[in-house]
């Protein structure tokens, strides 16, 4: 049971592919929440780092280029739910990333007298986020680094810094990328679905320059803030 005068819990997930912006979004987000922001990559790392029982056998997956499993995911974010400075809320970025994970979630906060407050879906299309993943290329003398969107050379396919051809690493190039992106994209739909069915998914279109793109979710989190009284 919740105290009626306990402040409830306000978890908020940031959901979006790879190369959505999500990463950029999340420290800033959090950050008008006042509520940390957890990375499921960070908790894997700091779990590692200390040693925890968890952590070992998150390791074991991770030395092996493996995905860890959900239950292990689970119970690291659990662990980090518990913490002191969670006690009002966490952004979450990287999980759930599958339904399963969603439900899980589900459950343990209930368990809270707690729910997922909002899921804020950064939409990118997926031939966008192809586009965006294989736009990396390196001179093929000394792997100097080019982005074709970002940071693009003077001449199209040369290095600027001694004029010899630019190439693609096979990860980085957009067959690649797509097939490596396809089941994140498609689990990460499934836990779009799950939210919608609960009410609180809410979208923001990912195509759009940084700011507006921050000042969207900011906008979406405020009509999820109606005031309760
Ligand atoms: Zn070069």
Redesign the pocket.
């Given at each position: 049971m919740t105290p009626a005068d306990a402040r409830p819990m306000k978890v908020v997930v940031l959901l979006g592919g790879p190369g959505s912006g999500k990463g950029t979004q999340a420290p800033i987000i959090a950050k008008h929440l006042g509520v940390p922001h957890v990375a499921t990559g960070d908790l894997f790392r700091a779990a590692v780092r200390d040693g925890s029982p968890v952590g070992l056998e998150a390791r074991h997956y991770m030395e092996r280029g493996q995905l860890v499993p959900d239950d292990i995911t689970i119970a690291m974010l659990l662990d980090r739910l518990s913490a002191d400075d969670a006690a009002d809320g966490v952004l979450l970025d990287g999980f759930p990333r599958n339904r399963a994970q969603a439900e899980a979630l589900d459950v343990a906060l209930a368990e809270r007298g707690a729910a997922v407050a909002s899921t804020l879906d950064i939409e990118v299309p997926a031939e966008e986020l192809v586009r965006r993943l294989s736009s990396r290329w390196v001179?093929s003398?000394?792997g100097?680094v080019y982005n074709a969107l970002t940071n693009p050379p003077r001449e199209a396919g040369r290095?600027d810094?001694?004029g010899?051809e630019l190439i693609q690493r096979e990860d980085d190039q957009p067959e690649t990328v797509r097939a490596r992106m396809a089941l994140t994209l498609s689990s990460l739909a499934d836990v779009a679905e799950h939210y919608r069915t609960l009410g609180v998914l809410r979208a923001v279109d990912g195509q759009q320059s940084i700011d507006q793109v921050t000042q969207d979710l900011l906008a979406e989190l405020a009509i999820g803030d109606a005031p309760a009284g």
């Open positions: 001179c003398e000394a100097h290095c810094l001694d010899s």
